[in-house]
């Protein structure tokens, strides 16, 4: 798939909460096709210390404006930088990088969200949805406070919600709800994007049931582009990068 490198014009920096903002950016031509589980590597200019891009999964795109959306959560100086932009500010970005999520093989899938995870699984919700599929969207956290604007999920399937604390959704941890727990078997393919305790234990389960598992890793990368090997993580087939071949992996083929 062709990359591109463009001066993306922000065209809002929308706080959702203390940790987290989403900007849109507007592209300036027109917007080329981009996959579910893609990302860009986005050059952050305003920072003294952050010298390589950062990796931010495609959120959203409007084809019909041009724009596409990043959900960001602030954790270090690049996305704390990266919050301070305002409208009209520009934003460079290398992108669509990386592969995306293969399609069901059966009627049910499952998303699988744990806190900024949710990110790459929106358009992966959409696309589902376009091809017929009513996916359940199972978005997990420790608080209420993780449960990043789950209603934007609900016109692509149904949403579900567990936090460790109680405060939104179900008690308990993703694996430990009733969609686990009573109606794994009906699902075709499972698809996570998390912290990588999560994803470890989601992959774990569908391995007990058979279940084909996905999962979109979020390993510190560099170059973005297969070329300095800190991305690398070891699969059956020896070691792949994650920002070429990956980010999304089927964990059948992962030495988890
Ligand atoms: C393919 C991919 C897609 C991603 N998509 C998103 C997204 O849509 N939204 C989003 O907010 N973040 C996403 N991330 C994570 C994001 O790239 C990092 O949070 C960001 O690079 C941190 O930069 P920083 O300068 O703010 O923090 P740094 O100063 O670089 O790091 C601050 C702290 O965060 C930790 N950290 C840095 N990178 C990561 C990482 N990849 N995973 C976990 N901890 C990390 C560091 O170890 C350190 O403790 C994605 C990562 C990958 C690889
Ligand atoms: S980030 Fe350089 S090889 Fe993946």
């Known amino acids: 798939m062709k990359k591109f490198i463009h001066d993306f014009e922000v065209t809002r920096n929308i706080h959702i909460t203390d940790d987290y903002f989403a900007l849109n950016l507007k592209c300036p031509v027109s917007l080329p096709d981009m996959l ?10 305003n920072s003294a210390t952050t010298y390589l891009r950062r990796p931010i999964s495609i959120y959203d795109t409007n084809y019909d404006t041009n724009e596409l959306s990043l959900l960001i959560k602030k954790v270090g100086d ?29 009627e049910n899938a499952l998303l699988i969200c744990g806190g900024v ?12 949805h376009s091809k017929g599929y009513n996916p359940d969207i199972l978005i997990g956290g420790r608080t209420s406070a993780d449960i990043i604007e789950p209603g934007k999920y609900e016109p692509y399937g149904e949403v579900f919600i567990t936090t460790d604390d109680g405060s939104a959704g179900e008690k308990g941890m993703v694996t430990q709800h009733s969609l686990f727990t009573e109606k794994i078997k009906s699902y075709s393919i499972i698809y996570a994007c998390g912290p990588d305790p999560m994803m470890k234990a989601v992959a774990r389960v569908a391995a ?5 598992c996905e999962i979109s890793l979020e390993n510190t990368m560099a170059c973005g582009i297969g070329a300095c090997l ?4 070891e699969t059956i087939d020896g070691n792949k990068t994650t920002c070429v071949d990956g980010p999304v992996f089927d964990t059948r083929t992962l030495k988890l």
Do not use: R, W
Request: hydrophobic letters at 45%.
């Open 208 to 212: 007990s049931h058979q279940i084909p």
């Open 78 to 106: 690049g996305t704390i930088a990266l919050s301070k932009l305002k409208e009209g500010d520009i934003l460079n970005l290398v992108y669509p990088l990386g592969n995306t999520f293969s399609m069901p093989q059966g």
């Open 117 to 128: 995870g949710i990110a790459p699984m929106l358009l992966l919700a959409k696309l589902l």
């Open 230 to 233: 800190c991305c690398v993580v």
């Open 36 to 45: 579910p589980g893609q990302f860009a590597e986005v050059l952050v200019g």
